[in-house]
């Protein structure tokens, strides 16, 4: 075996490896999980798009929710962290094994 097939030998060892320890995110199902459209919100016919990120334990329920991006209505992302944060989730996965991870969620507010 010369140089040239113990380097490719090893890089695709790394490669597989890294396929394997794959990360799943958590998921949630939006149907079952909805916000209550805040009523300053409707009376102000606010709208928008809120990018959040969410730790969710193996459990399926939230450790720790981020705000990504607003809306551009604070009671708009404000709805939308807390209504998240008290949904179930399906756990993701580590290495094929249920685990806590990161998972990003975008709720778009619209009349």
Known sequence: MNKFSIIAAVVLSAVSA???AAEVPASVDAKNCKAEYPKASLMNEEQGDVKMS???GADGNVV???L???SGFKNLDKAALK??????FKPGTKDGAVAQTWTK???SWKL
Do not use: H, R
């Not at 209504?83 to 179930?88: E, F, H, V």
């Open 18 to 20: 890294a396929t394997i």
């Open 54 to 56: 969410f730790l969710v």
């Open 64 to 66: 720790e929710s981020k």
């Open 105 to 107: 969620v975008d709720y």
């Open 83 to 88: 209504a998240l944060s008290g949904c179930k």
């Open 68 to 70: 990504e991006k607003s």
